[in-house]
């Protein structure tokens, strides 16, 4: 029971933050001469937030396990969720190591493109860790371009298969915490 209440409980604060984040762009970003118009259906499952006004509109719908999707009127998009899994579209050609998923995002926009993140609570020691991530991205084909290791952490970007991939391993609070970041090459 406590487990529930608890797992309510984040999920109760990821909508109360999608609520606070609609609406710190309903009174910063649609600004102008328009008064931005803002409506909120937290009806069962499905949660939503739309905000109008004449500087632009967004939707922030509840996702999975209590995620939040905020999309844009030019179709850019962020997800984020705590679900332990890789975020929708992370391509299948970049390996990550073994460990529990803590907190994975996705993005799009007009200009940029695709960006996905994701944080790997891995078990190991953070140069052990590192290597087995480096070895895994060499192995899928990718090429370092640049390293820099610290007896707390470790970075290396990497290039490959069509994508550029940061890899940041580093000890937090005793564990051992591996960060990808990925986009497309330009």
């Known amino acids: 029971m406590a487990g529930t209440a608890v797992r309510n409980r984040s999920a109760r604060v990821r909508w109360a933050g999608a609520l606070a984040a609609a609406a710190g762009f309903a009174l910063a970003g649609c600004g102008g001469s328009d008064t931005p118009s803002v409506s909120v259906n937290d009806e069962g ?43 929708d579209g992370w391509p299948n050609v970049i390996p990550v190591v073994d460990g529990t998923i803590a907190y994975a995002q996705s993005s799009t926009d007009g200009s940029t493109g695709q960006m996905w993140s994701v944080s790997i609570d891995a078990k190991g020691s953070v140069t052990d860790v590192f290597d087995a991530a480096k070895a895994d991205l060499e192995g ?3 090429t370092a371009s640049a390293e820099v290791s610290t007896a707390d952490g470790a970075f290396a970007s990497f290039s490959g298969n069509g994508y550029d991939v940061q890899l940041t391993v580093g000890a937090v609070d005793g564990s051992t915490t591996v960060a990808y970041i990925v986009t497309p090459s330009a």
Do not use: I, Q
């Open 45 to 87: 499952k499905d949660r939503t937030v739309s905000v109008e006004g004449d500087g632009g509109s967004m939707t922030v719908e509840e996702g999975k396990d209590g995620g939040v999707t905020v999309e844009g009127e030019d179709g850019s998009t962020f997800s984020a969720d705590t679900s332990g899994d890789l975020p």
């Open 140 to 142: 899928a084909g990718f």
